[in-house]
């Protein structure tokens, strides 16, 4: 046998690999299990029982909101900060965004732990007893504090790549500070506000350590659900995989994570 | 031509990794290799901690050693660890002992050269949970021996998935079998008779008995690890169960993150004082016993078919009680329960007993895990009165051991495992009871140098001096059904014969009377228990606020959606002025 010449397809090759290994044939699996029953057969009885089972798509709406609501959060503290940032000539500003950033090469399970244990703290101080049962809270605390680098970096990169000349422009036409903001700013940031956006909303409704650790295990989302079934009935656990999938799917569509490179302008990580 | 190219590369490549793989995996050819998989931290893994470290070095408050002035630790002398052990392990071992605490793995593979004149490896892996491990054994994957609780041991021999013991094993004339020749008679009591479960049948129709499959290896309780601070015994005693939904304790008590553990416990409450007639109720079954109305075995019958209750009339009973747990609980825990406790956030903790004893001991250190100063000097642990959970984890072999030739080994390790010896240190090392009692009561031993009281002369000036107390432990060294034998009992201090470490680590008979074990859920019970799980767990909106807020998501979708794609709206462009138009923006692709 001739040895394949090489060419630059044959670098392909690992990643098809893996492609197929390690997302086509488990996608596959998650679908067969998720229409089959216990003996294997065919079956919807997954599919219906999960439309048609309240707790289950209270879940979904929990997660979503959970989710909903960490990720304005995130934005609202976010585009300040990467605004500021991006517009000002600071000349130690680095410091400041690795300040942000900086969390994010510690391990996150160790984070969600020390914002465990700081919680207990104030907690055992007076006025603030409330913190300790307080588990929705806490949760979506901890997903903001996890998930805020996320929502910074692509903002941050994207006002960078705005060039100042449309400011400049903008002034020289009459527009005021305001419609500057709302007319330029928002408009070209919007490529970075949306990547964020996609990297804040999908992680935050399956993060079920954050639940866990700073919920009590006593507010369920989605995530930890799937990892429940998992443990005694994978079928329905597949399917509610499935349809998280189907969640995933529409939102990135929406928020444009399906466009063509060029016009992100390099905001997605 | 290049399509084909580059798949045959693919294969070749995906051909050549197991074979990659197995190259890494071999040893010399005559070397057994043995696969144990157990759970995580539940075995002797040598080192600080163990048994041989703690007894041969001085430790300070902090349990770090001591050491002398040129840096080096200061040595003792042990009670237990002496000469004639040291020489005990260097006959087993072939090897003088290390101060330094060996792992037991390590100590297996070379009693297993030594005895069988064979080389062996020991592939030891963990898992987490019992349905972890389940998971991993139908997905295929090889082990020789694995180390499941009680209910899932039943399910994977009904399931035709275990190899049985040979007979062998249980020979008591030969000397290397000492499961057979140690093994607490009251644990093997309880495996010949499947602790009073219904007795369960396998695939073909065969009678599945513990003793067959199984090997003890821990056991324990289930009950409540309580700050005496805030919590009374007799409260407790009084509440039982209601413990959990008792308003006092809100916010103060956890239960587990698990099922099982869960349902059970809401079985209890359910059952404590209300059911469906007082004589079914675990009060009521209590007083009946205490008035000798129903026997022992009958006892435990009625217990273990109220805590194993699993059809849809019982799940309706106990769900609203599952609710007002969840609202009363502070968490759902599984690890984070003992530091909780003696940092002293909450009141009482749903332990499993080897856990409870590690927490008291963490509180009576003076430490939390973390090493600062813990919150509470004692804590004490407490069994609900009325009945609870009577647990053992055994080791079984998958089928598939005797193919592989693995057998004997698997067998020799358990055997290995069960020389009192050696019992004692995976005991001390995680914290729970072995099945093991020693043929000359070695176990009763290493309780009463553990927890045994001190003689009058050994207290220190100014403290009371508090007169022993006679700890039966007659069932544990002859069997439930003694008879009429001299009783053993260990004198102990009346603290810890009454809530402490020997109490949960030994229960009184007592106790065990009370107990039921678990039984496995079939296919349809487990579907219902998931159901309620899940149920539980989340919280439940009403129908309508579903539809609301789905259609209210959607809307957003649609408007997002008409925004990108329907380019007739321009978000961030105001309405032109009057006498301007809109002058369609172009697509930024098409330049």
Redesign the interface.
């Known amino acids: 046998m001739k040895l ?1 010449r090489f ?1 630059r ?2 670098l392909c ?1 690992p990643y ?2 893996f492609l ?1 290994f390690f997302v086509i044939i488990p996608m596959l699996v998650i679908f067969f299990y998720a229409f089959t029953d ?1 003996n294997m057969h065919i079956s919807f009885a997954n599919f219906i029982k999960f439309f048609s ?7 979904i ?2 997660s ?2 959970i989710a909903l609501i960490t990720t304005v959060v995130c934005l609202v503290i976010a585009y300040p900060v990467a605004y500021i940032l991006a517009r000002s000539s600071m000349k130690r500003k680095f410091v400041i965004l690795m300040l942000f950033v900086l969390p994010m090469w510690i391990n996150f399970v160790l984070r969600v732990n020390a914002l465990r244990e700081l919680f ?1 703290l104030l907690a055992s101080l007076k006025g603030l007893e409330w913190i ?2 307080s588990n929705y809270f806490k949760t979506v605390f901890g997903m903001v504090y996890d998930f805020l680098p996320f929502m910074i970096l692509p903002l941050y990169t994207t006002m960078l790549k705005i060039d100042p000349s449309l400011y400049e422009a903008s002034a020289d036409l009459g527009a005021s500070g305001f419609t500057t903001f ?2 330029v700013t ?2 070209l940031s919007m490529p970075g506000i949306m990547s964020g956006v996609t990297m804040v909303f999908l992680p935050s409704m399956t993060n079920y350590v954050v639940s ?1 650790m700073l919920g ?3 507010v ?1 989302i989605i995530g ?2 799937i990892s ?7 079928h ?1 656990g597949s399917m509610i995989a499935l349809v998280l999938l189907v969640v995933v799917f ?1 939102s990135t569509w ?3 994570g399906f466009k ?1 490179e060029e ?1 992100v302008r390099g905001a997605n990580l | 031509m ?1 399509m084909k ?2 798949l ?3 294969l070749a ?2 051909f050549l990794l197991p074979a990659l793989t197995a190259l890494g995996g071999c040893g010399s050819a005559d070397t057994i290799v043995l696969r144990v998989y157990n759970w995580e931290e539940y075995i002797d893994e040598g080192g600080k901690g163990t048994f041989i470290y703690d007894e041969l070095h001085e430790l300070n408050d902090e349990g770090n050693p001591v050491t002398d002035g040129n840096g080096n630790h200061v040595h003792i002398q042990s009670d237990i660890v002496n000469d004639k052990y040291k020489a005990w392990y260097e006959e087993t071992m072939g090897q003088a002992l290390s101060e330094e605490g060996p792992a037991i793995l390590d100590d297996f593979c070379l009693w297993y050269e030594k005895t069988y004149g064979q080389p062996i490896r020991v592939e030891y892996s963990t898992f987490g ?1 019992n ?2 491990m389940y ?1 991993e054994i139908v997905l295929g994957n090889e082990y020789d021996l694995l180390c499941p609780s009680d209910y899932m041991i039943m399910k994977l021999a009904a399931e035709g998935r275990l190899e049985k013991y040979d007979d062998s094993f249980f020979d008591e004339s030969i000397p290397e079998n000492y499961y057979v020749r140690h093994v607490s008679p009251f644990i093997a009591d309880k495996f010949k008779n499947n602790a009073e479960l219904a007795i369960r049948k396998d695939e073909a129709g065969k009678e599945i008995y513990w003793k067959d499959y199984a090997a003890g290896y821990m056991w324990g309780t289930t009950g409540f690890v309580y700050n005496p601070e805030y919590v009374t015994e007799e409260e407790l005693g009084r509440l039982g169960w209601l413990a959990f939904t008792n308003k006092d304790y809100e ?1 103060k008590i956890t239960a587990k ?1 698990n099922v099982r553990d869960t349902y059970f416990a809401a079985l209890g409450v359910t059952y404590q004082e209300e059911a469906r007639n007082q004589e079914s109720s675990l009060a009521g079954l209590k007083a009946r016993f205490e008035a000798d109305e129903l026997d022992a075995v009958a006892y435990t019958e009625a217990l273990t078919r109220i805590f194993n209750a699993t059809d849809d009339e019982t799940i309706a009973l106990v769900e609203p009680y599952l609710m007002d747990i ?1 609202q009363n ?5 599984t690890d984070t329960g003992k530091a909780d406790m003696v ?1 002293g ?1 909450i009141w009482l903790n749903y332990a499993w007993s080897g856990d409870a004893v590690y927490a008291l001991d963490l509180a009576e250190s003076g430490q939390d895990e973390d090493g600062e100063a813990s919150a509470t000097a004692y804590l004490n642990y407490f069994v609900p009165e009325t009945g609870t959970n009577l647990w053992f984890d055994g080791w079984v072999m998958p089928k598939g051991v005797t193919e592989r030739g693995t057998k004997k080994a698997a067998e020799a390790f358990v055997n290995f495992l069960s020389m009192p010896q050696n019992a004692m240190r995976n005991s001390y090392y995680i914290g729970y009871t072995s099945a093991i009692a020693g043929e000359n009561r070695e176990m009763l031993a290493y309780a009463d140098y553990l927890y045994g009281y001190y003689p009058e002369e050994e207290y220190e000036e100014g403290e009371e001096y508090e007169a022993p107390v006679d700890y039966d432990l007659t069932y544990f060294f002859y069997g439930e059904d003694y008879g009429d034998v001299e009783h053993i009992l260990l004198p102990a201090e009346p603290e810890q014969a009454a809530s402490r470490q020997l109490y949960a680590q030994f229960p009184p008979e007592e106790v065990i009377a009370r107990c039921a074990v678990m039984d496995y859920y079939d ?1 349809e019970a ?2 219902r228990i ?2 309620l ?3 539980v ?7 309508w ?2 539809i609301v ?2 259609v209210t ?1 959607l809307a957003i ?1 649609a408007f ?2 008409y925004v ?1 794609f329907g380019g007739k709206v321009d978000f ?2 105001a309405k032109p002025k009057k006498g301007y138009r809109l002058v369609k923006q172009e697509d ?2 098409r330049i």
């Open positions: 394949p060419s397809k044959t090759i098809a690999v197929v216990s089972d309240p707790t289950k798509l209270s879940t709406v929990y979503l909101v207990n300790a049962g709302t007319r928002i408009p866990d009590n295990a006593k369920t930890k659900f429940d079934y998992f443990g005694n009935d994978w329905m529409v929406l928020t444009g063509s016009n | 290049k190219r580059a045959s590369i693919a490549s995906a949970t349905e972890d998971n916010g993150d969840k609980i502070y968490s759902f825990e940092a956030k296919k487990s579907e998931n159901e799980w899940s149920r767990k989340s919280e439940t909106l009403d129908a606020a579903i807020i789905v998501v979708a997002i959606a990108k961030f462009r930024p692709n």
